[in-house]
């Protein structure tokens, strides 16, 4: 009665069913239709055939009678759905390869069944650990040890209605081909770490076909919009152009900062026909990086034959700007995608609930794979994307490929993740056919350290780069930090004085308390108008501030901005005084960088302050640059020829990042204390090596039956960019509120793909006790049960943003 109600015949096999007309997927159609994604996704770096493969045996499973009885009960009693994780369909897939192509005399086959197994049995949770910190085996356990029910039986569906067995063995021939020729490629690289990063490609591939397949079945659609890259981005090429040749028309072309920025665009154009690599651009700071790499991409994109062009940030405050100013160049809102971080918690095994229409489910296919034309995204969001935990991170990774990648201000990649950041890079460049531009006005030294990033021979885009940065001089740093130390009212007074000399001042400070501290202090003090800027606000709420003070600053009005490091990277926006409290020499440069930007007087100052009242013991990046800034502050101090007299060289810039890596060298692998081990060598440990191998044969008496033993799932578990992990929260600042009530509806696939889009502009990142805090305080609101947080109104001020103690009364609301 129940297939009847369906208009199911009896030889089918369901693998979904269409909320809308309860229409079916068969499993073979699944099958093949993800395998035909997956192929076209592996096809991108030669390895179709192992991607196809793991499309083609993901939902294997679905053919046992328990999954068909499952399905069949959940949707005809939505109320009283079957015990979640009752059927297991993703194991199938991995224990058939394992047990026809695992074998000690075929390592090939071998390290293939388990490249591609392990993606299978994972693709509803994440890759397992081949071997653990336990000493077992997740994926031994599942592949060889688990007892499937109608195992046989799968099997032999698979077989007659999917693919044949003698095409079913020359296609996995294939597969074997084409990791023998991806082996051979980059040795140097550890064959660990090659394996490492195409099992996360594939599963990527892999989640990328099943979810767009399934969400395609559900909006009855039989093929995605297909965009054509070449002719849009010649089009973008065109608008960009334009632009820059009406500069030259402009009364002040003739000017030596402008032409100096015009010479540089050039080089970069020029540069662009260059074969992709690794390569940096070292514009100074106000040299006008965001056109100029933009016109390298998009020159480098149409010669290529590249897919996107990918922006990668450190801070949210510069997608804002950097976006807007190229959606407005490029006249385009719709193929430009702003990524700021993840609005969906990704934390849990959905396997059970694949097949049936429910909001979770919803949440998982909504479209947030990256394939936009351009992209803004953060420094947290690509390394999340190689090395965080969840499906819907990694789903990201296949889109790197093909690709022009900016890292502006590349100078911030967290310490821990210097290697891993390496890594990832140097896998694009030697297998993605990518083309990464590390872009800062202060380089990193990312070939010094001992997992050295790859960067091409002559990789330096600008010519004759410390005349340029000469010519380029705005300002002068004057070193107040060596001799005395500032307390809030000590600095609150100085400011004022400033006041009495320029019309306007930013200051930015280490930390977000003494920054509320301060501003709070020159609110009482002062009648001038006073600016707070901190993270705690969402990207809509910066935006209308940053917007309203350069309004004052091109009307010549006097004012005070003080902020956290947020502003100092990539914001557009220049001050007659800067005031920076005592960081790292990049920190210092990058704030410099905010003082007579255009060069409207001969000279800015910038005062280097030491604010005693920060307490810095959490923030370690931060301590140790201080320290080593103070070092090389001293030097010049005591010898003003050290350096060229200036920390802004590349002499000095170099000093200075080798000292701080140098310091900083235990902790530049992802070191993880609980362990006694770091993330590297999780990922990447060479089986001979491997200290879990060596306590396997103790425990066990014999080797472990595998060629590859990485912790890819402990890795993943340990991982996160920022040491405090946070949470995205929705806020009800301006269009917030109405996307937080929008989401409360059921709507559909799409309309949740464009809300979430939406919500990236409303949302603020919080550190576990902050979001405990706010909790605490009734200040949270669960959606989706708990897949996406809001903020209630009374919990973000109009002043500070996220106020964690929910306490309205003392907050200037948004209404």
């Known amino acids: 009665m129940i297939i009847f109600k369906l208009g199911v015949d009896k030889l089918d096999s369901i693998a979904h069913i269409r909320e809308s007309d309860k229409k079916i997927q068969t499993v073979e159609q699944h099958l093949l239709e993800a395998k035909e994604f997956a192929e076209a996704y592996g096809a991108k770096i030669g390895i179709t055939h192992i991607t196809g493969l793991a499309g083609m045996l993901h939902d294997l499973g679905k053919y046992s009678d328990e999954f068909q009885e499952y399905i069949l009960e959940a949707v005809n009693n939505p109320f009283s759905p079957p015990k979640r994780g009752s059927v297991d369909h993703s194991t199938a897939g991995g224990k058939l390869l394992f047990e026809r192509f695992h074998n000690p005399k075929n390592p090939i086959e071998s390290i293939l069944a388990e490249v591609v197994g392990n993606a299978i049995i994972s693709h509803h949770s994440y890759l397992q650990d081949f071997l653990s910190p336990d000493l077992e085996s997740n994926y031994l356990k599942r592949v060889r040890d688990k007892e499937l029910n109608n195992y046989e039986t799968t099997k032999q569906n698979f077989f007659q209605k999917v693919i044949s067995e003698i095409d079913f063995n020359q296609y996995v021939h294939e597969a074997t081909i084409e990791l023998q020729e991806f082996l051979k490629k980059h040795p140097s690289e550890g064959i660990e770490n090659n394996v490492m990063f195409l099992t996360k490609f594939v599963f990527s591939a892999l989640i990328d076909a099943d979810r767009t397949n399934t969400r395609m079945f559900e909006e009855d659609r039989s093929i995605e919009n297909e965009i054509d890259q070449v002719h849009l981005f010649e089009n973008y090429y065109k608008k960009l152009m334009d632009k820059i040749n009406s500069f030259k028309k402009d009364g002040n072309a003739a000017k030596p900062i402008n032409r100096l920025r015009q010479e540089m665009s050039e080089q970069c154009e020029a540069f662009a026909l260059q074969p992709s690599g690794v390569y940096t651009l070292s514009i100074p700071t106000g040299g006008g990086k965001t056109l100029a790499s933009l016109r390298y991409a998009l020159k480098h994109a149409i010669k290529y034959k590249k897919k996107r ?25 719709e193929n430009i995608l702003e990524h700021h971080s993840n609005v969906i918690e990704d934390n849990e095994d959905d396997e059970c609930q694949d097949g049936i229409m429910s909001i979770q489910q919803k949440l998982k ?4 794979n990256w394939d936009s034309p351009i992209i803004f995204t ?22 790197l490929s093909e690709a022009v990648i900016i890292f502006d201000e590349v100078q911030k990649i967290p310490v821990s993740c210097i290697s891993l950041f390496n890594k990832a890079v140097n896998f694009l460049n030697n297998y993605c056919h990518s083309c990464m531009i590390l872009c800062t006005a202060t380089q990193p030294a990312l070939d010094f350290v001992e997992n050295k990033l790859s960067i091409n021979k002559d990789a330096e885009i600008i010519k004759n780069l410390d005349e340029v940065i000469d010519a380029f ?3 002068e740093i004057i070193d107040r930090a060596t001799d005395e130390k500032f307390d809030t009212n000590k600095l609150c007074n100085f400011i004022q004085t400033k006041l009495d000399e320029v019309q306007n001042i930013m200051v930015v400070l280490n930390t977000k308390s003494v920054v509320k501290k301060l501003y709070e202090l020159l609110k009482e003090e002062t009648s001038i108008p006073v600016y707070h ?10 935006k209308e501030i940053l917007d309203e003070i350069r309004e004052k600053l091109d009307n010549e009005e006097k004012l005070i901005c003080v902020s956290t490091q947020l502003i100092e990277a990539g914001v557009d926006i220049s001050f007659d005084c800067v005031i920076r409290s005592l960081a790292g020499l990049d920190s210092i440069a990058q704030a410099a960088g905010r003082c007579n930007r255009h060069g409207k007087k001969d000279l800015g100052y910038v005062y280097v302050i030491d604010h005693m009242e920060e307490n810095l013991d959490k923030l370690k990046e931060i301590k140790v640059g201080k320290k080593v800034s103070a070092r090389i502050l001293k030097d ?7 350096h060229g007299g200036s920390i802004l060289t590349t002499e000095a810039m ?30 990447n440990v060479k089986k001979a090596n491997s200290t879990y191998c060596q306590g396997f044969r103790s425990k066990y008496g014999d080797d472990l039956p595998l060629y590859l033993v990485n912790s890819y799932k402990t890795a993943a578990e340990y991982f996160q960019v920022i040491e405090n992990r946070t949470t995205s929260v929705i806020v009800p600042y301006g269009r917030g509120e109405d996307i937080i009530t929008e989401l409360t509806g059921n709507g559909s696939i799409d309309d949740l793909t464009k809300l979430l889009k939406q919500a990236q502009q409303y949302t603020v990142n919080l550190y576990s006790q902050e979001f405990d805090q706010l909790a605490k305080n009734n200040g949270i609101v669960s959606l989706f049960g708990g897949k996406i947080y809001a903020v209630t109104e009374g919990a973000y001020s109009n002043k500070f943003g996220i106020n964690v103690n929910n306490d309205s009364s003392l907050n200037d609301l948004i209404v």
């Open 309 to 333: 062009i990918i922006y990668v940030v450190p801070y949210t405050t510069i997608i804002e700007q950097n976006a807007a100013e190229v959606r407005e160049i490029l006249d385009d809102n």
């Open 533 to 542: 800027l901190s993270t705690s606000m969402c990207a809509a709420h910066r």
């Open 654 to 683: 170099k000093k200075y990042f080798r000292e701080f890596y140098n310091e900083l060298e235990s902790n530049l692998n992802y070191y993880i204390p609980k362990l006694g081990k770091n993330l590297v060598e999780l990922l």
């Open 365 to 368: 296919l909504a479209k947030d």
């Open 378 to 399: 953060t420094m947290v969001q690509f390394l999340n994307t190689f090395y965080a935990y969840g499906s819907r991170n990694i789903r990201r990774l296949h889109n």
């Open 636 to 642: 010049i101090k005591n010898n003003p020829r050290l």
């Open 473 to 475: 001089k705005r300002v």
